[in-house]
């Protein structure tokens, strides 16, 4: 399974971003995780195959996850974004094991 990530950037605090991840064949469940910078990786948000979901406290009301089965397609969309969102952002997918796409960074900066 691969996972190809998109859609960081640096933006200013307030700002949007909305982040995409292509899945090489359907998964179970799909998710981004994070790493701040100094610190270790954590959840901000998973969605199943039946679109339940799941977000970290920090992100709960500002960021939303949603996917296209047809595409194999999860998406972040993170509005009202703070310097504390600045992480390497990696999507996730579980299919009998972990899969990881590569990192993308969002930079959240005046």
């Known amino acids: 399974v691969q996972l190809q990530a998109s859609g960081g950037g640096l933006v200013q605090p307030g700002g949007s971003l909305r982040l995409a991840c292509a899945a090489s064949?359907?998964?179970?469940?799909m998710g981004w995780y994070r790493q701040p910078p100094g610190k270790q990786r954590e959840l901000v948000a998973t969605?199943?195959?039946?679109?339940?979901?799941n977000y970290a406290d920090s992100v709960k009301g500002r960021f939303t996850i949603s996917r296209d089965n047809a595409k194999n397609t999860v998406y972040l969309q993170m509005n009202s974004l703070k310097p504390e969102d600045t992480a390497v952002y990696y999507c996730?997918?579980?299919?009998?094991?972990?899969?990881w796409g590569k990192g993308t960074l969002v930079t959240v900066s005046s």
């Open positions: 996730n997918g579980k299919f009998f094991a972990d899969y």
């Open positions: 064949r359907s998964i179970f469940t």
């Open positions: 969605i199943s195959s039946a679109g339940s979901t």
